[in-house]
């Protein structure tokens, strides 16, 4: 997955260009927090944290934040941002040292979660990893926006010298999503496949369930939705 990677330098502008709003959503998230926290102030693991930036929106408003990533380069760029303790993990099989009061895992990185198996295992870490009465919140793209079997593409410039195209091929249940970078200078093409999982959410939520979770909440904001889910 060269985006995180050779391109993690490139992930922000990207995604900016493509119009998310990470402080806005940051507020939401800082909302259900402080409800689940009730004055106290717990640290949170931000799960797939890509670039730090929902992390850092959160540590300015005064949460205590860990980042994790699978990625390196993506967490590199996370530690320069954020100045916080950032851990190589993987969201399928991971430890921490301490348990956390919250677990956010955002902008779909849960989709990278290849089949059940993996789902649940992902959530049995947060489980593991998380005090009793701790909070998960999950941020996913509405599964029901991609049933059928429409292809869709999308094209970016980033400046004049680079554009981005990025092509989405969708066959429920895998998700193939292409990115191409092309560099107008030279023509040169760099391709990147990713392989994700499209979820229902029935079996989001009885994966939570079945994995020890309850109080499962959903919230949509436009086509984006908050899956929440407290520890037993
Ligand atoms: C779409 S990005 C989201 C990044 C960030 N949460 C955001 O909102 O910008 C997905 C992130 O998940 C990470 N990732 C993919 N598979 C992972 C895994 N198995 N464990 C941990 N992180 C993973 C990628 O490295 C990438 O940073």
Not at 58 to 75: A, P, S, T, W, Y
Not at 171 to 188: A, E, V, Y
Not at 211 to 231: A, E, Q, V
Request: proline fraction near 3%; glycine fraction near 6%; charged fraction near 25%.
């Amino acid at each position: 997955m060269k985006l995180y990677a050779t391109k993690a330098e490139i992930y922000d502008r990207m995604i900016q260009s493509a119009g998310k709003h990470y402080k806005e959503e940051s507020g939401l998230i800082a909302n259900i927090l402080q409800k689940s926290f009730k004055g106290r102030n717990p640290p949170v693991l931000d799960l797939g944290c890509g670039t730090g930036t929902h992390a850092a929106e959160l540590i300015r408003q005064g949460f205590n934040v860990i980042c994790g990533d699978i990625n390196k380069e993506m967490l590199a760029i996370a530690k320069k941002k954020t100045g916080a303790e950032c851990l190589e993990m993987d969201m399928r099989r991971f430890l921490l040292r301490k348990k956390v009061g919250a677990i956010i895992c955002l902008y779909n990185t849960l989709f990278y979660n290849q089949n059940a198996e993996e789902l649940m295992s992902t959530f049995s870490s947060c489980r593991i990893n998380l005090e009793p009465g701790g909070i998960l919140i999950l941020q996913v793209t509405d599964p029901s926006l991609f049933r059928g079997d429409k292809n869709t593409s999308f094209t970016w410039a980033l400046n004049n010298r680079e554009i981005v195209v990025q092509s989405t091929f969708i066959r429920l249940p895998r998700m193939l999503h292409h990115f191409s970078f092309i560099n107008l200078d030279t023509k040169k093409e760099e391709s990147d496949w990713h392989e994700m999982r499209i979820f229902p959410l029935r079996a989001i939520k009885d994966s939570l369930i079945k994995c020890g979770f309850c109080c499962i909440k959903i919230t949509k904001d436009k086509n984006t939705l908050y899956i929440t889910g407290r520890r037993k």
